[in-house]
């Protein structure tokens, strides 16, 4: 009962403050694309009592942002804390949703219509509009949301295709627990702690590795410092090593020594789907103890 009652006081708190912050993204379109106005999303995590870890820092010299998808909070977890203006790829059907809708189409979010068969061409398009206006590219492979459970869903080639057709910086973020802290099929929120993990960036080609990306020295201090006064709690310090804490399991990248030799001839796709299974795994253990 406790559970579901978050749940629907958590649904409260999106959309009142979803209406709000609406209404501010009018107000400064203009102006970067309202995105001073957006990333008042991180209020949710302190209204809602969540406690939001960050392992490693973003990178903002990485063009496209390659990252799992569970939860509504995964959206309010890169509009709350990334510090670029980040265009994300969506359904057109949800840029058509009465007033909500606004929240895509006001900031010139990318729309697509899965049903055209000239979509695809204008996705490219409009995608090389953005990237010349200096916004970064968000895209969920997986293409909908995951259960939340174990295992992430197979990538679809979409991200793939547009990394190598732009010659892309890529960095992946893995999300673990955003579904337990909400989840709206059943309306609930079974946590009060989520992880967000921001890998290494790579070039497409290259075989992605499983470290967490870090700042110099001088500006972590920054970030960190920024990020506590955000409430955007930093797990790990900078000169530590990928999570001594974390369980480890066995990996076709990390520990896998004949996968480590014969990397050259991996897909670098299939690797980096395999690596963010990894390290998704890796923390979901490590949040989720009692389902070991």
Known sequence: MYNKLKGIYELILIGIGLAIILVF????????NARSSRMACRTFFTLAGIRLEQVGDFDESADLIIMNHQSVADILCLEGYHP???????????GEMPFYGYALT?????????????GFAILLKTIKEKLAQNRPIVIFPEGTRSRGKEKLLPFKQGAKFIAEKFNLKIQPIVLINTRRIFN?????????RARMVLLESFCAGEIPKDKVFYKPSSETETAVAQGKKFGLIPLVEPKDSMLDSIPSIPSTIANDQESINNQEDKDW?????????????????ALNPKES
């Open 25 to 32: 993204i009018y107000i400064h379109r203009k102006t970067n």
């Open 84 to 94: 670029r203006n980040i265009c994300w790829i969506a359904k057109k059907q949800l």
């Open 106 to 118: 006001g900031p010139e979010m990318i729309l697509i219509d899965r049903e055209d068969k000239k």
């Open 184 to 192: 709206t099929s059943p309306l609930e929120a079974t946590s009060n």
């Open 269 to 285: 796709y299939k690797a980096l789907e395999e690596c963010m299974q990894d390290v998704y795994l890796r923390h979901y253990k």
